[in-house]
Every structure is written in C-alpha cells, then in structure tokens.
Nanobody, 120 residues
Framework: QVQLVESGGGLVQTGGSLRLSCVVS????????MGWYRQTGRKHEPVATI??????NYADSVKGRFTISRDNTKNAVYLQMSSLKPEDTAVYYC???????????????WGQGTQVTVSS
C-alpha cells in the first residue's frame, strides 16, 4: 500500500505565505511525477507538477508566486506559496505516480487534502 500524508495548510492573510508538505510512504520502487492540485466546490485544477528529473509546470494563476520542489531521498514534495490571494483558497491535494515494484506499472495516489484559507 501507498500513503500520502500532507501538512502545512491553514489560515493566512492576503499577501502571506504557506508551505505545504507531502510525504509518500509504503511500498515504493520509484516515484515519477508528483504534484499539487486544488479543489474549490466542483472545480478541481492542477496547481503545479514536478517530474522525477525536476522539470516543473505551473498553472498560469500561480506562476511567479508558487514554487514546487521535491526531495527524492525523503519521498517528499513541497509547495511554497507566497503572495497568497483569496482566490487561492481551496483544499489542496498531493498527487504522486508511484511504481510499487520493478515489474508493476505506476499508479496515481492522492493525499487526504489540506485546507488553505486566505482571508482578505
């Protein structure tokens, strides 16, 4: 089994910063792409992704404000969020493509979500 545990959400004022963390544990052979997604109501959107080699992609709405990084030695991914806006308020989910054995395919796994609230 594979588990993703997120931390770091909370309440912050407009213009503030937060850092989200996600640690992957369990049966892991390799981790491919990792990322952060967010959900507001029925809207579910990608925020940022990072490949195993470190290539990153960001949603246009967060470019220049958010930074995704990963520590492969800890099986962890982070999201540094700065200059936060009320429209960043959402539940943020960690995602990882995990290959559990050398012979298995990589499967998507999700964290439980962490609430980020930005007050105006």
């Amino acid at each position: 089994q594979v588990q993703l545990v997120e931390s770091g959400g909370g309440l912050v004022q407009t213009g503030g910063s937060l850092r989200l963390s996600c640690v992957v544990s369990g049966r892991i052979f390799s981790i491919n792409t990792m990322g952060w997604y967010r959900q507001t109501g029925r809207k579910h959107e990608p925020v940022a992704t990072i490949s195993s080699g470190g290539s990153t992609n960001y949603a246009d709405s967060v470019k220049g404000r958010f930074t995704i990084s990963r520590d492969n030695t800890k099986n962890a991914v982070y999201l540094q969020m700065s200059s936060l806006k009320p429209e960043d308020t959402a539940v943020y989910y960690c995602n990882a493509e995990v290959q559990s054995t050398s012979r298995s395919r990589a499967n998507d796994h999700w964290g439980q979500g962490t609430q980020v609230t930005v007050s105006s």
